[in-house]
T-cell receptor, first 111, second 115 residues
Framework: KQEVTQIPAALSVPEGENLVLNCSFTDSAIYNLQWFRQDPGKGLTSLLLIQSSQREQTSGRLNASLDKSSGRSTLYIAASQPGDSATYLCAVSDSWGKLQFGAGTQVVVTP | EAGVTQSPTHLIKTRGQQATLRCSPISGHTSVYWYQQALGLGLQFLLWYDEGEERNRGNFPPRFSGRQFPNYSSELNVNALELEDSALYLC??????????????FGPGTRLTVL
């Protein structure tokens, strides 16, 4: 059974620092991995999707890496801003697109 | 292009009643997924519909059901509501069904409160 873990559960950094969020999964037979952002009480915003054949994906200040063999993904957010404060979720997809989510990392960026 | 929409935004019911939640996918998307986000339990997969058929369901009792209409919109029905059904229900849609490479796009959710 696939299990997805995110560490740390919470993170507080001053503005301008880089953020490093970790995600690990137990079954390497994934089809893709998605990183999402969730603001309190809101839906999910897709940030990056990494196909199982890819090692890395970048969008603006965001960079996500994937090491399928070791069951790990890392999301880097460069030069953090207060607007980056949110909960970040990673999810792995099975062959039918069903997403298995981690519990999330709650990020606070202080001005 | 409009995103995934869900209605209502909030729904308050009492124990034993039935709740109906609605979702409209992004235009051109045929797959609709439902997820439950209950406090302390994280996001859990509920149901997947594609081309009008239920393709997969998560570990939820049969009182959670739904359907997908010819225009690909979807309804989630929860019968005999229990207090622990209180949660944010999220709907997602994707372009390519069942191939696992498809990106899912989420709606804003429906907050269901059971009193």
């Amino acid at each position: 059974k696939q299990e997805v873990t995110q560490i740390p559960a919470a993170l507080s950094v001053p503005e301008g620092e880089n953020l490093v969020l970790n995600c690990s999964f137990t079954d390497s037979a994934i089809y893709n991995l998605q990183w999402f952002r969730q603001d309190p009480g809101k839906g999910l915003t897709s940030l990056l999707l990494i196909q199982s054949s890819q090692r890395e994906q970048t969008s603006g200040r965001l960079n996500a890496s994937l090491d399928k063999s070791s069951g790990r993904s890392t999301l880097y957010i460069a030069a953090s801003q207060p607007g980056d404060s949110a909960t970040y979720l990673c999810a792995v997809s099975d062959s039918w697109g069903k997403l298995q989510f981690g519990a999330g990392t709650q990020v606070v960026v202080t001005p | 292009e409009a995103g995934v929409t869900q209605s209502p935004t909030h729904l308050i019911k009492t124990r034993g009643q039935q709740a109906t939640l609605r979702c409209s996918p992004i235009s051109g998307h045929t797959s609709v997924y439902w997820y439950q986000q209950a406090l302390g339990l994280g996001l859990q997969f509920l149901l997947w519909y594609d081309e009008g058929e239920e393709r997969n369901r998560g570990n939820f009792p049969p009182r959670f059901s739904g359907r997908q209409f010819p225009n690909y919109s979807s309804e989630l029905n929860v019968n005999a509501l229990e207090l622990e059904d209180s949660a944010l229900y999220l709907c997602a849609s994707s372009l390519v069904p069942g191939q696992g490479h498809n990106e899912q796009f989420f709606g804003p959710g429906t907050r269901l409160t059971v009193l």
